[in-house]
């Protein structure tokens, strides 16, 4: 067992301790003004890890999060710090370490694939639920809408995410009263040459499109299929060159047909936007296939809500807190990223995409409960057990899917169930045809 000295020795993040090291927390602590003026039970830098561990065992108070930090401690004489104690300890780090650190490791993870030499990222929005305290209350509304709207108060999330990998890219969060298209603004600074931008309809504004285009990036947004474009130039490949504002764009329509068991089962049109113009470069037909790719932002959420969160509200009762909070789940996520894609880039054979969520989250919690390889040997292992566990049970190939979009579970069993299809079709039988549609002349 290697672990820090003293009183610091409760501070860890298992094997993610590598990802996120003892000199990286402290100078943070330091720049920001948060270390402690004299040494207690509950140094600043345990604290962070403390923060930054309640990230992977979300479905434990921090009592239950702290005996996890110390279960692997034995034989050290560690500090039983009471829920009052550790409260007052969060409130005096504060939001910006936690803030400070997701800044230093968010970004594409290194050697993270391109596809013809662009980055692919996508950027979207979800919501995620907060404790219905007065003070929150305060700040995040209800969700409105049919059944009385969200039970509980509602933050929302919007980042940009680097597909296959999932790493986030940047991150903002506030009330769900400011709408996704707001926030988006926010998160453009971290955009560059040589990124494409994939989202969804919502996206689609001018306004944005000029400023993700004015630092330098490419987009790629489906639209509306009614919306007036006018056509500056056909291309030989049925697309066509239009305005979006000031940015010339390549409009690109198809069909989109979903077979299953040899009937179609569904045929869908597609309208998409983007500033790739060169046809010869970027085939349409390749562009409507990578745009699927787009739902690799969905799976992110997916983690962090379903599979580390379980559904669950956030824990903290002050914005302050849920601020601090929301930012260590996001390191905590990040740093678990980091470590997959080292695993899957040191296996050439072994595509991000069969990278087990699940797995890697769970190795990691046993590290964390074992205090394992929270400092790193004289040789250096970048795979580790979380790596090592990914790569010896990888997820299936991923398959082609078809999911219509219909709330499966009714809300209510007296609402009106309509014409849904609600067939499971075997997985094997599924095939998506795409055929592109040229406009009629005017």
Known sequence: MQVAAGRFAPGHLGELTQIVPFEMVDDILATTGAVQSRIRDLPSRVVVYLLLAAGLFAECGYRQVWARLTSGLDALAVAVPTSSALAQARRRIGVRPLAALFALLAGPAAGAERWRGLLVCAID??????????????????????????????????????CGTRTIIDAVFGTIGVAEIRYAPRLFACLRPGMLLLA???????????????????????????????????CPDGSWLSKLGTVTVRVIEAEITVTTGGQPHHTGRYRLLTTLTDHHTFPALDLVALYHQRWEIETAFLEL?????????????TPAGINQEVYALLTAYQALRLAMTDATDSDPDTDPDRASFTIALNTARDQVIHAAAVIAGTVIDLVGAIGRAILNDPLPERRTRNS???????????????????????????????????????
């Open 404 to 442: 219509p979009r219909v709330v499966k579970p009714a809300i209510s069993k007296h609402r009106a169930k309509g014409n849904i299809d609600r067939t499971n079709h075997p997985a094997a039988t599924t095939t998506i045809t795409t055929r592109l549609t040229t406009r009629p002349e005017p």
């Open 305 to 317: 809500k379903s599979t580390t969160l379980s559904g669950r509200v956030l824990r903290a009762r």
């Open 200 to 234: 969804d309809r919502n996206f689609a504004v001018r306004d944005l499109a000029e400023q993700i285009h004015a630092r330098g990036a490419d987009l790629l947004i489906r639209c509306k299929d009614n919306r007036k474009l006018s056509t500056i130039r056909r």
């Open 125 to 162: 929005g979800t919501t995620m639920s907060v404790p219905d305290s007065p003070a929150n209350l305060a700040v995040y509304g209800r969700q409105t809408g049919s059944h009385g709207g969200s039970g509980y108060p509602l933050l929302r999330l919007v980042t940009v995410v680097a």
